[in-house]
């Protein structure tokens, strides 16, 4: 047989309408979205509100729990002696003032308004260990020629916080 020799005669035919053999495709990759990055921050920002709301609550809860126990105390006499010997202690340092005793807005029946007024009936409102303090300075500091100032100290949120009672001495 020679290299001319032709072998077969069948030749498949393949007609013109049929489709072009197959071609690897390359897949278009599509970046992420904006909607999908704007889903991920808005999940983000409800679960950091969602925590930060449980946090308030628990702080809440706590404060309140707070104000209960600190409306049952009274002050003792050790504890009186403890503010004397801190305030003896702020003197010796040059100072001339000690905040005696920082509590919560609501020690006062009026959540501390009279205090914020600078109303002079403002001792009228204290509730508790605050309460004391002021009595104990009536009676024994006030005689001797210390001065005592309320104020409230903080406003979380717009509202009267803590308050508290300072301790004046000198010019």
Known sequence: ??????????????????????????????????????????????????????????AGEARRALVTALQQKALDQASWDALIARARQAAQRGARELLLIRFPSELCSDRGRAINAMDPSWPETLIGEAADVFERWQRELKPQGFGLTAQILDFPGGFPGDAGLTLKWGR
């Not at 393949?14 to 970046?31: C, F, L, N, Y």
């Open 1 to 58: 047989m020679s290299a001319y020799d032709v072998i077969s005669t069948d030749v498949s035919f393949v007609p013109r309408t049929a489709a072009p053999p197959a071609v690897a495709r390359k897949e278009v990759v599509v970046g992420p979205s904006a909607s999908e990055f704007d889903f991920l921050a808005t999940a983000a920002e409800e679960a950091e509100r969602a925590q930060r709301a449980a946090a308030e609550r628990m």
